[in-house]
């Protein structure tokens, strides 16, 4: 896939459900890294683990940036 073809708009949508999530679980964490990789033309982000004192879940998300699912560990 061309680098100009990437549909970085995305990244926002991630951010925001790390945001969102991390408020949601009351997270201390303020990392909002995250990864795009793109592999035969498909894309998948890849965010940090979202978790507490108590829990920790993984976050899956679409190719657009949104949810797909929240994974408990």
């Avoid at 909002?32 to 998300?61: C, K």
């Amino acid at each position: 896939m061309e680098l100009d073809k990437v549909p970085f708009e995305n990244a926002y949508n991630v951010y925001k459900v790390l945001k969102e999530k991390y408020m949601e679980m009351g997270s201390t964490s303020d990392d909002y890294t995250f990864h795009l990789r793109i592999h035969n033309g498909s894309l998948r982000w890849y965010a940090p683990d979202v978790s507490n004192e108590r829990v920790s879940y993984a976050l899956i998300l679409n190719p657009d940036g949104t949810l797909k699912s929240v994974v408990k560990h």
